[in-house]
């Protein structure tokens, strides 16, 4: 039995391609999936996200066990509200999940780790407590849901469906948040666009989701946030990062703290590794579709893609792929596409960004 | 969507059709497109090549995944729907009128042999389940 969001009945309605995902219940369209990716790239689009899990981190000492156990650096969330996107790493240097990490209030931090992981989360972060931090209390918060609301029009779609958070949210900037109520409204996303992510009672969310769609925001379902966020650069935890991986190798280098002398879990690891491969963005320069694991030779070795789509926006394949760390932008390589070698182009990713495209002056 | 009478189908989910001259046109059901999602990418078999019934003959590619075309007859590919190439769309539009190619059948017999509509919804309905 699968689990279901709050919203599983909403899907239902709207006749949803329901599938099973990381053991939810969750829907793949509604329809088009190239048409909701063009609504979030073009107007609004929102996207049941309650399959993550957010979890509370709470106690005198949950700075601390922050900083013990994230590759990135909780100190630069200066002020209540700020966000900061960071990986959770094992003692090798492998990545057990990446996570978003909200500072609250003096002692209150919420990380909002992948559904797939969650579990595994759970267990690692109360391992590490009992040895890092034994008085921080972790609160698994199953009791609610989350809808992100993306696209051009998205924040004033969302303010016209609800009444009077527009005073509480107009002037957030990005990567941050702000209570509104017992909401949690977050000026982050996974598409390369504008938009909120709200995190509220289960309770709420229905209503929420219909008086958005009664503002014209187009329900998009897990395909549509998949094209997106590749088009976007971002990574997704399983495919382009995993526990067997360094950071430094998934493109995530930005997001790991080597400079502070700061001591956490897995940093001797990653900073002892010299990187032999790293993450660039490809563009398939013929006809067909980039697929995760086909591989990939270069003038300077071999590697493999680790996500690939065809790109909506673009109309054209896109991937990211694993490569010797000598590859440059601008070189062509092969890739095998069902047995058959095809000619991609590498660029510097993003591909798209706040619905424009950012490679086209890389190709020629 | 019911599935039309006037036509043939494989256990593969290409249906055929016979025309006036005797030779077949192919393309997928409404249920493969709806299966596959949003086509982006047509690879249509190569004009005058000839395959034996059940070979793999092309592929079509939806956002979501590659899937395999099968030659649902024996025999030598005529023609092929370039307007697919770029608009494969058109299939998620309409499945029984986006023809992909059309084949002069060698073998009579064969085209007997396929699944009538009924046969065929059997194939879908289990695959619902």
Known sequence: MLNRTSLNDAHRELNAKLVDFGGWEMPLHYGSQIGEHHSVRRDAGMFDVSHMLAIDVQGDGAKAFLLGLLANNVERLAQPGEALYSCMLNEQGGVVDDLIVYYLAPGGYRLVVNAGTADKDLEWLGRQRDRLAPDVEIIARRDLSMIAVQGPQARKKFWQASPGAEGASAQLPPFSATTFGDWLVARTGYTGEDGFEITLPSGDATALWEAMLASGVAPAGLGARDTLRLEAGMNLYGQDMDETVSPMESGLAWTVDLDSSRVFVGKQAVAELRPERKLIGLVLRERGVLRAHQPVQTAHGDGETTSGTFSPTLGLSIALARLPVATGFGEDVGVEIRGRRSVARTVKYPFVRHGKSLIDDQMD | ?129
């Open chain 2, 1 to 129: 969507m019911t599935i039309p009478s006037e036509l043939k189908y494989t256990d593969t989910h290409e249906w055929v059709r016979t025309e006036s001259d005797g030779t077949v046109s192919v393309g997928i059901t409404h249920h493969a497109q709806e299966q596959l999602g949003d086509l982006v990418y047509v690879e249509s078999p190569q004009v005058g090549r000839k395959f034996k019934k059940g070979e793999e003959c092309g592929v079509i590619e939806s956002v979501k995944a590659a899937s395999d075309l099968y030659a649902p007859l024996s025999g030598e590919i005529l023609a092929v729907n370039e307007s697919l190439a770029d608009a494969p769309e058109k299939i998620n539009e309409n499945a029984y009128d986006a023809w992909m190619f059309r084949i002069r059948p060698d073998d009579p017999a064969e085209l007997e042999a396929l699944l009538d509509a009924s046969g065929y919804s059997k194939i879908v309905e289990a695959e619902s389940h």
